[in-house]
């Protein structure tokens, strides 16, 4: 005879007994990574210690709070002033062999990441310099 048990885990799941067999439902897939969750998770990896420095620097360039006054990180941002695009803000925008949509967030990162390296030498020279500028860049 069948009987229906249920227990909470870390979700909901009802867990079916027949006879001495127990069948358990597949857990749901896990919650798919946002693209900012993604940014920072890269930006992590590629940075190192210098991440939190490049994550100001990119909150100065392309970031935008939202309602709660957590970070988006606009990888689509253009300037429409001076066309600087993505999440560095290459300009001219055509020096950046990336697109701007989702599936071009890690090529913005590696290139960010070669410009600062060449050029700055590293992120907190690249965030100095941002600062001394009127109107900000780098």
């Known amino acids: 005879k069948n009987q229906i048990l249920s227990l909470t885990w870390k979700w909901p799941v009802t867990i079916e007994k027949r006879e001495s067999q127990v069948i358990l439902p597949q857990p749901s897939p896990l919650k798919e ?7 920072i998770r ?35 941002a253009v300037n429409q002033t001076s066309g600087a695009c993505g999440l560095f803000q290459a300009l001219p925008c055509e020096k950046m062999p990336c697109g701007l949509g989702p599936n071009d967030i890690e090529c913005q990162i590696n290139w960010g990441y070669d410009y600062i390296k060449g050029v700055y030498g590293d992120s907190t020279s690249a965030h100095e310099a941002w600062l001394v500028r009127l109107p900000h860049w780098y």
């Open 33 to 39: 990574e946002t693209a900012n969750e993604k940014i």
């Open 42 to 76: 890269l930006v992590n990896e590629k940075f190192g210690t210098e991440a939190p420095r490049t994550l100001v620097l990119l909150q100065g360039e392309s970031g935008v709070k939202d309602a709660d006054g957590n970070w988006i990180y606009r990888y689509w």
